[in-house]
């Protein structure tokens, strides 16, 4: 489904060997983005860092919807029994869902600004510092310094 949308969405589950299914849930989907908090980053974490592939691996294969609050919780590295070909569909099949979440939310703030542009204040009618201060107060509320 493309829902008038330049991307597929990548698959929700992936299969590994072993009969081993992983399920995209939005537990894991927000650990995935808090791990890869950008587009710009997330291919470079992902190609060039170990630890943030360790914990993509772990955390994909971690039976808990919710997000964690540790790395504790993840599944102990000595019980990741993956091929290295499955660990990479596994990192590539992750990655892809975050960047899609990327690309989608790009273009729907895209859409979202268009829509609402009219209503937003164009600009040369925002808020901007007066060049020769504001004018005095008329109001008879005395100053706040020191008295007579």
């Known amino acids: 489904m493309t829902d008038n949308f330049d991307v597929e969405r990548p698959p929700l589950r992936i299969d590994l060997e072993g009969n081993q299914e992983v399920k995209m849930t939005y537990g894991l989907e927000m650990d995935l983005r808090r791990m890869l908090p950008?587009?710009?980053s997330a291919l470079q974490l992902v190609m060039h860092d170990s630890y943030t592939q360790d914990y993509i691996v772990r955390r994909c294969l971690t039976d808990i919807t919710k997000p964690i609050k540790s790395e504790e919780d993840l599944v102990p590295v000595e019980q990741v029994n993956l091929?290295?070909?499955d660990t990479e569909r596994l990192l590539m099949w992750a990655v892809e869902h975050v960047l899609y979440f990327f690309v989608k939310r790009?273009?729907?703030?895209?859409?979202?600004?268009?829509r609402y542009q009219n209503l937003l204040p164009k600009k040369e009618e925002s808020s901007t510092p007066s060049e020769n201060g504001?004018?005095?107060?008329a109001s008879p509320t005395p100053s706040a310094g020191p008295t007579e």
Do not use: F, H, V, W
């Not at 790009?106 to 268009?114: F, V, W």
């Not at 504001?134 to 107060?137: F, H």
């Open 83 to 85: 091929s290295s070909d």
């Open 38 to 40: 950008n587009a710009q």
């Open 106 to 114: 790009a273009k729907s703030m895209t859409q979202l600004g268009a």
């Open 134 to 137: 504001s004018e005095n107060s």
